[in-house]
């Protein structure tokens, strides 16, 4: 058998523009994808409460939006990188 997180966490490959950042960020992005997953499970099972649940995402959704900040993914190229 693969390596047992590909088993629980399965990665998809990224077909977008092949840039560092959208890589970075393709990572995050299915990194939240998987704990939102994990977390709805919990709570549609009573393991976690509804409030609990939407702390968690409301969170992990924090920080997915400052790696998209941090990466500068949707954002106008500068002037600096029209010149190459």
């Known amino acids: 058998m693969a390596d047992y997180s590909d088993f629980f966490a399965p ?4 077909y977008g523009p092949v840039k560092p ?4 960020f393709n990572a995050n992005l299915q990194e939240f994808s998987h704990r939102v997953s994990l977390l709805c499970g919990l709570e549609t099972n009573g393991k976690l409460s509804p409030e609990e649940t939407y702390q968690e995402i409301k969170s992990l959704w924090k ?11 949707g954002q106008a190229p500068s002037a600096a990188d029209d010149d190459h």
């Open 11 to 14: 990665r998809s490959r990224y």
């Open 21 to 24: 950042e959208n890589l970075v």
């Open 63 to 73: 920080h997915l939006k400052q790696s998209k900040k941090a990466l500068g993914i």
